[in-house]
């Protein structure tokens, strides 16, 4: 959520510790890695998960990596990710493919590459959602943040995180009855 000091140049480090990485390129995280400390509740099956990630004008998204919790899928239907955009009412900019029954292990990264690239327009908080129909759906890897403060606080705040949609086969064409969660994915852009 933080706009700043996303993204680092390759092989930059941050002084406090709270990120190191030798990663070459692009990328956007919805946190510094270290503050992705909580086994996330899961999402009921069908429902998606979206978090809100910073991206700058001239940036091109490819795909969208999301790490899994404590809890494996099991008997996976639907899984895949979306981009939305950063208009009040989130629309769709891009899906993955569906990986449908593909497995995803516990404490895992499941990358999702997006149809085509996108190629970011205006500075702006665009969405990151995660579509999951399942037996038994995952965990996630993310912060959990009080009550109180996972919706906005003043004016102009967004939600940390949000659910929407239910019985989800495929990514709405927007983010239109989003409910406040307080667990906050983290999740990286490249």
Request: hydrophobic share 50%; charged share 10%; proline share 6%.
């Amino acid at each position: 959520m933080v706009a700043s000091p996303y993204p680092y140049p390759s092989g930059a480090t941050e002084a406090n510790g709270l990120r190191a990485s030798a990663a070459s390129g692009f990328y956007r995280a919805s946190m510094p890695r270290l503050f992705a400390s909580a086994n996330l509740t899961a999402a009921t099956s069908g429902v998606a998960v979206a978090t809100p990630l910073f991206l700058r004008r001239g940036e091109r998204v490819t795909s969208l990596t999301w790490v899994s919790g404590a809890t494996a899928l099991a008997t996976g239907t639907t899984q895949l990710a979306a981009l939305y955009s950063a208009a009040a009412t989130p629309a769709l900019l891009r899906k993955s493919a569906d990986a449908t029954s593909a497995a995803w292990a516990a404490n895992a990264l499941k990358t999702f590459d997006l149809a085509s690239p996108v190629d970011i327009s205006a500075d702006g908080y665009y969405w990151a959602s995660l579509i999951v129909a399942a037996a038994t759906v995952q965990t996630l890897a993310g912060h959990l943040a009080q009550t109180g403060v996972a919706g906005p606080v003043v004016t102009g705040d967004l939600n940390l995180a949000v659910t929407h949609g239910s019985a989800l086969t495929d990514a709405p064409a927007t983010i239109a009855t989003p409910t406040v969660r307080a667990g906050v994915p983290f999740v990286v852009a490249r």
